[in-house]
């Protein structure tokens, strides 16, 4: 009877070990961004978004029984796909990590994706890589995005140059998967409506002085120059050699172009310019900027979407019941859609409990999160003004 009793209680050991394993107390998420690189300026909010949804869990105290969830930083440069797949590879490596949000550009992104993520096996949710070619990746089901493909991209591009009564543009586009992704798509979407592209040039990055390239699309000419490009980078340089020359005086930026350091590289000299990013007028929108109150700039680019992709990671390993990528991939879909509760920004604790009771949930949050086909956002956009040397909101698409 002696060795019954102690081969249950061993046995019951086990199981016990194995259900805390399972619901361990610390849950690991990578933020890998470029804090370094083209869009360092933009990075920072993009963490903070991000490392705010997890605070928010972890004072929650109700992911799987009580886990803390910690983050743990990398820098994936944008641009550098053997630094950014490094800097992947010891998060999952040393810091045994349990999911990725990110990573930022889509060529790094892309490169983790193939070379980190699918040999590990581990989620990944981008808030800000768009190129139209991650929408077909082999990604064995691992990785999501809560920023829109530049396939939408191009068609709002092409609807607000459209409505302004632009038909004919010059367009330069760094040279890498994001710019060229989207300079294809825009044109594309361009040429569609009626319009005309004079020319379409890529420029490189890191450059001091961009009077060729300038020159090239000064000769193309143009009512407007289209810059897709990054505003830590060569994008700011072909607008400074623009203005400088006299050769354009007014642009239209999408989203890597958008933030602070525009204002503060131009400010006024690039009035009448338009653009446009992802972003929303929904409740959820609302309710972040008001939760992040003065903390940091709410309204940055991609900062909500980054809280969002945080949100989700988190949300799926609740509804799995693990923290095993494997496991809580299959999720990913089910919490951001509908049916179920909707959960805005500041209720993920909320969310938790209904997952934890069975129930299910329709994860909205800050940008309005519909995830459709390989699990990237539908895409609403926010439509820009430079006026008086500031980004003005004009309309959301």
Do not use: W
Request: proline share 3%; hydrophobic share 45%.
């Amino acid at each position: 009877m002696k060795k019954m009793l102690m081969a249950s209680a061993a046995t019951a050991l086990i199981a016990g070990t194995a259900y805390a394993d399972s619901h361990a107390n610390e849950v690991k998420l990578g933020v890998i961004l470029g804090f370094t690189g083209p869009i360092e300026s933009l990075t920072p909010t993009m963490a903070d978004g991000a490392e705010l949804a997890m605070k928010e869990v972890t004072e929650s105290g109700l992911l799987l029984d009580g886990a803390t969830v910690t983050p743990v930083r990398a820098d994936g440069t944008c641009v550098d796909a053997g630094a950014a797949v490094a800097a992947a590879e010891r998060l999952i490596t040393a810091d045994k990590i349990d999911g990725i949000m990110g990573s930022d550009c889509s060529g790094v992104t892309g490169a983790i994706l193939s070379n980190v993520a699918l040999a590990n096996g581990i989620v990944m949710i981008s808030p800000s890589a768009t190129s139209p070619g991650l929408s077909v990746a082999e990604d064995n089901g691992l990785f999501f995005r809560t920023a829109p493909s530049d396939a939408r991209q191009g068609e709002v591009m092409t609807q607000v140059l459209m409505e302004e009564g632009i038909k004919e543009v010059a367009l330069t586009y760094t040279n890498n998967d994001y710019g060229k992704g989207l300079a294809d798509s825009f044109q594309a979407a361009f040429e569609a409506a009626g319009g005309t592209v004079t020319i379409s040039a890529a420029h490189e990055d890191g450059k001091a002085d961009y009077s060729a390239e300038i020159g090239a699309l000064a000769s193309a000419g143009g009512e407007r120059l289209v810059v897709a490009g990054y505003v830590d980078q060569g994008g700011s340089g072909i607008v400074r050699a623009a203005l400088d020359t006299g050769a354009f005086d007014t642009f239209h930026f999408p989203d890597g172009m958008i933030g602070n350091r525009l204002e503060e590289n131009f400010g006024n000299e690039i009035d009448g310019s338009t653009g446009q990013i992802p972003g929303t007028d929904s409740e959820g929108a609302a309710l972040f900027v008001d939760m992040v109150g003065d903390a940091f700039d709410a309204t940055s680019s991609f900062a909500p979407e980054s809280y969002d992709a945080a949100a989700l990671l988190m949300l799926a390993m609740q509804a799995a019941g693990s923290k095993d990528s494997a496991d809580y991939k299959l999720k990913v879909m089910d919490v951001a859609n509908a049916p179920g509760t909707q959960i805005f920004p500041g209720e993920l604790g909320k969310g938790l409990q209904i997952l934890k009771d069975g129930g299910e949930i329709d994860y909205v949050g800050a940008t309005a999160v519909e995830l459709i086909g390989p699990g990237e956002s539908a895409g609403n956009y926010r439509q820009i003004v430079i006026e008086d040397g500031k980004i003005t909101t004009v309309q959301f698409r």
